[in-house]
């Protein structure tokens, strides 16, 4: 029987036991008998929420767990794609190439950097609740009054 069935069960005894004019000592060994039941139910439910309930805890640390670990690789990733492309510049080997993977340290796409908000025409700007500068226009107009199209910079390519 299943918890639901027994509380059911549970009321519809104590309102049998109410309306036969039982004798006390009768009526409380005839509750605990059904009683018995619901509490062993009850603790049994209860201890599957404590358990689900430790999952839960245990599932949640892990993911934090498992979160910090992919923040500390991407770290690590970054450190060695720096390193990786500083040794290939200072030794002026630009491209690698191997029967298992090329490497090459190329030049980033030109982006645009915001220098003055305020000098950039209306045409490049795109309102909304937040001020939002159209940087493709930007780019491909080759600049404007209060923006620089920035072509410097490098990264390591890993084919």
Sequence with gaps: MNLYEISNDYAEQMSLLKDM????ETLEDT???????LETKCINVAKVILDMDSDTKAISDE???????????????DRLKDYLKSSMVK???????????DVRVQSNPPSVRI????LIPRQFVTV????????RAIKN?????????VTAGLRIEIK
């Design 128 to 135: 909304t609740e937040d001020v939002k500068f159209d940087r």
């Design 63 to 77: 993911i934090r767990r498992l979160r910090l670990r992919a923040a500390a690789s991407a770290r690590r990733s």
């Design 91 to 101: 030794c002026c080997r630009l491209s690698i190439k191997t029967p298992l993977m």
């Design 141 to 149: 107009n080759g600049g404007c009054d209060g923006a620089t199209v």
């Design 31 to 37: 509750l605990d008998s059904i009683s018995g039941d």
């Design 115 to 118: 220098d003055n908000p305020d």
């Design 21 to 24: 004019g039982l004798d006390d």
